[in-house]
T-cell receptor, first 117, second 110 residues
Framework: GAVVSQHPSRVICKSGTSVKIECRSL??????MFWYRQFPKKSLMLMAT?????????EQGVEKDKFLINHASLTLSTLTVTSAHPEDSSFYIC?????????????FGNGTRLTVT | KQEVTQIPAALSVPEGENLVLNCSFTDSAIYNLQWFRQDPGKGLTSLLL?????REQTSGRLNASLDKSSGRSTLYIAASQPGDSATYLC?????????FGKGTRLHILP
């Protein structure tokens, strides 16, 4: 089955530093990738939609200058949390959909637990 | 605006029982609806995907149904096992946006 690899699985960083999270589709081409954030005991919140070769579309209330998304190829999207603060500590999950299959299921990475101290 | 609601928020049942998880959505114009499983601190595992033209999908002990007109989907788990303990999320695909419910935390008692 389709596999999405997310790296790192856990990261601890100091306040003010930047952290990059990678999301790779290992055995398929993903035109579209999605980034989610999950607070404890809450549902996943869509942060942005990343389309290969174009700018990401951010959801209302998500700071695009803080959460930089790059989708440089059909198999890789990155989320960079810039100038991280403790309130950015959360669980971040990416998902990907096969190219040309608009109505296909989403495949998810295993998530990244970010802790900002 | 699409809203997805899952009831109950938490459920504990003895091992071996059959159970039903509910998911409702406000906008019936969905492309598909997907059920996921999430273990604590982990990512999501896709369980079943139902296209808007379908009424149900089955995989092993799992059966998911979809009633677009009433804005409802159910996930039926037969002969529950302790390994089924997890949070179950449903997600509606509307206009290429995936909207998640808050999930149902399921605990199967051995």
């Amino acid at each position: 089955g389709a596999v999405v690899s997310q790296h790192p699985s856990r990261v601890i960083c100091k306040s003010g530093t930047s952290v990059k999270i990678e999301c790779r589709s290992l055995d398929f081409q993903a035109t579209t990738m999605f980034w989610y954030r999950q607070f404890p005991k809450k549902s996943l919140m869509l942060m942005a939609t990343s389309n290969e070769g174009s700018k990401a579309t951010y959801e209302q209330g998500v700071e695009k200058d803080k959460f930089l998304i790059n989708h440089a190829s059909l198999t890789l999207s990155t989320l960079t949390v810039t100038s991280a603060h403790p309130e950015d500590s959360s669980f971040y999950i990416c998902s990907a959909r096969r190219r040309t299959l608009y109505n296909s299921p989403l495949h998810f990475g295993n998530g990244t637990r970010l802790t900002v101290t | 605006k699409q809203e997805v609601t899952q009831i109950p928020a938490a459920l504990s049942v003895p091992e071996g029982e059959n159970l039903v998880l509910n998911c409702s959505f406000t906008d019936s114009a969905i492309y598909n609806l997907q059920w996921f499983r999430q273990d604590p601190g982990k990512g999501l595992t896709s369980l079943l995907l139902i296209q808007s033209s379908q009424r149900e999908q089955t995989s092993g002990r799992l059966n998911a149904s979809l009633d677009k007109s009433s804005g409802r989907s159910t996930l039926y788990i037969a002969a529950s096992q302790p390994g089924d303990s997890a949070t179950y999320l449903c997600a509606a695909n509307v206009d290429d946006k995936i909207i998640f419910g808050k999930g149902t935390r399921l605990h199967i008692l051995p």
